[in-house]
């Protein structure tokens, strides 16, 4: 059964349809790339599916339960982790403390019983701690574990922004251009990060990506937007040779 499945999903914002009944699967511990020219939908897609934006038509489900139905700050917990074409750190606080806000939504405590710091809310704090620490490690992020993350390398943000939604423990990874903004040496190392994490985290991962070459070295599955309408799906190569894909990105003359 598929992990996740998006079935006719339309999204208008007044007379602008940017998504037009938008379909494909999503199987366990597959990279599925995202990918179509700018204004395609591809973000569009994500907002949904982090519910940060309402669908007009069309179903999605995670694990076979309906998602589109569930309020936002839900979602992590649900079990689906996500990152942000722009950068959403905070810049005064610690890399250490921003990887462990993304191990909240598994947490329980609340105002009152962190107020009473009650023992069992420290050993909870502690877990987090301890498995923030790990993922630092995990992405050689540990040397700059109590540095704010102002100041640092972008390349070294974009590192701590993955740490912080694989901190949520999540099923299903989103990762919205994981490649902005990187050199090409950067981009050959996130892509043997991308399948490191499916490796050894058994994790799905759905990409948004412009960086052609990583969306083909990675994914699994590749599926093409172009308008808000779905107009390929299949293996990268496969993508690759599809004339309605050449047209969209080369033009018509191509």
Known sequence: MPILSVRDVTVRFGGIVA??????DTEPRQIVGLIGPNGAGKTTLFNCLSRLYTASAGTVSFEGAP?????AHRI???GIGRTFQNLALFPT???LQNVMVGAHCRTSSDFLSNALKLGWVAREEAGCRASAEELLEFLDLGPVAHHP???LPFATLKRVELARALASRPKLLLLDEPAG???HEEVGTLGALIRRIRAERGLTIVLVEHH???V????????????GRKIAEGTPAEVQRNPEVIRAYLGEAA
């Open 212 to 214: 052609m070459s990583l």
């Open 93 to 95: 606080q610690s890399v």
């Open 67 to 71: 998602l589109l139905t569930q309020p």
């Open 149 to 151: 993350a102002a100041g």
């Open 216 to 227: 083909m070295q990675v994914s699994d599955k590749v599926v093409v937007l172009d308008f």
């Open 181 to 183: 903004g990187l050199n």
């Open 19 to 24: 998504l037009d009944r938008v379909s494909f």
């Open 76 to 78: 992590a917990g649900l």
